[in-house]
């Protein structure tokens, strides 16, 4: 079984700019990430591929020991473009390189690296067992639940529950059927998920991993604030 390992990391960003090599706790950002991905690669056969437009990503990168060829296109490194398109344009010139088709693809996310070695073994074996599944992401349980304390507008401009319980209106958040939040952090697929022609990881054969820990994505200045003080002063309860 043959593995690559994806990190994808444009140049620009709007909510915290060069939020990819900006140094947190002591290390780049995408240093948590590639060191992950080579700490992963130590139990199962993997290669790890960087997608970036971006030169001083690629040279950060390299001080981490992963060095590529590959620069991702213009059409690919706008704030529009899907993360799919990116995983599949890297996915297929790897594979014209190395002449071969890859068994699985893991997709690391560099803004959402609380994750653990154990999160991604655990994970596979989910896939490995269920082989009828195109792909598994990331999940925590969800703060807010649809089906008891979210609401949206409806067609007549009033407000209620976003989803409604076919059994019943949920009285307790205890009693609401079980939400994730997409943490952002990984995502593994099998390499035929890539034939699907799809564009979301939203599949009718996706399976989910739920983390026990702590885990969120930097979307925000505070966010970095946030997780440089976790790191800094050793606040998480697990090892990344």
Known sequence: METLITICA??????IPGKNIKPIAGKPLIGYTIDQAK??????NARIAIST???AIKKTAEEFGVFSDYTRPEELATDTVGKIETIADIVKYEETKANKRFDFILDLDVTSPLRTI????????IML????????????????????NMVEINSEG?????????NGTVMSRQAAPEVYDLNASFYWYRRRFFDLDTKSVFTDKALIYEMKHMCFDLDHPVDFLFMEYLLKNDKLDFEL
Do not use: C, M, W
């Open 129 to 148: 067992d269920n082989p009828e599944a195109y792909n598994l992401f990331s999940v925590n349980k969800a703060a807010r639940n649809p089906y008891f």
């Open 158 to 166: 009033y407000y209620g529950l976003v989803k409604t319980n076919p």
């Open 10 to 15: 444009r140049g620009g960003s709007k909510g």
């Open 39 to 44: 700490k992963l690669s130590e139990h199962i």
């Open 118 to 125: 154990e999160d991604l073994q655990n994970a596979l074996q």
């Open 53 to 55: 437009d971006d030169a």
